[in-house]
């Protein structure tokens, strides 16, 4: 509903709350991961990005996340590596 209404700071708050009540859930924490990349709080986006990845290095979703809060973040060297471990777990391999 917060992210319908495009409320993402509200929805981080609210998601604050879940993540700590169930810290080795994922879906909850990457949904705060998204609520903090929309409201521009990208240090706290990458650090419950990085999280998820530590714990599970093929989820996808989170890696291309990750890669998005860093290079939003000017940070394209770092972001490179994620992007392309996210595009290979989706099967986006380049046609030739």
Not at 33 to 42: D, I, K, P, V
Request: aromatic residues 8%; proline residues 5%; glycine residues 8%.
């Amino acid at each position: 509903m917060f992210f319908d209404a495009k409320e993402y700071t509200t929805a981080a708050r609210v998601l604050v709350g879940l993540v700590e009540e169930a810290p080795d859930q994922t879906g909850p924490r990457l949904l705060l991961a998204r609520a903090y990349y929309h409201s521009a709080q990208l240090l706290r986006a990458e650090a419950e990005l990085r999280v998820i990845v530590e714990r599970d290095p093929v989820e996808h979703y989170a890696r291309l996340m990750l890669g998005r809060t860093l290079e939003r973040q000017g940070r394209h060297g770092e972001a490179g590596p994620h992007l392309r471990i996210a595009s290979a777990l989706a099967g986006d391999f380049p046609q030739e």
